[in-house]
């Protein structure tokens, strides 16, 4: 292999060049080539902005819940 815009040898496969220091070889991998992908095509996502403070009332309420639920059943199972 040789590097993309000055040929110099890359025989070790580096990334970047040593000689001229850029990327030697093209990427084979970008976006687009995901957004083709089934799951790039996927449509079912939402996005929100909450504040931090918020996100933390909404995670420590469902872990409580949750401790409750673990409990209330752990407490039935040793009756």
């Known amino acids: 292999?040789?590097?993309q815009h000055c040929k110099y040898p890359n025989e070790?496969?580096?990334f970047y060049c040593?000689?001229?220091g850029?990327?030697?070889n093209e990427s084979e991998f970008t976006t687009n080539m995901y957004m083709t992908t089934e799951i790039g095509?996927?449509?079912d996502i939402e996005?929100?902005?909450i504040d931090s403070e918020t996100?933390?009332?909404n995670v420590m309420k469902e872990r409580e819940k949750k401790q409750q639920k673990f409990w209330k059943?752990?407490?039935a199972k040793s009756r």
């Open 41 to 43: 095509k996927r449509s």
């Open 73 to 75: 059943e752990s407490y």
């Open 47 to 49: 996005f929100s902005t």
């Open 1 to 3: 292999m040789k590097c």
């Open 18 to 20: 040593k000689d001229c």
């Open 55 to 57: 996100h933390m009332s």
């Open 22 to 24: 850029r990327r030697a």
């Open 12 to 14: 070790e496969g580096w």
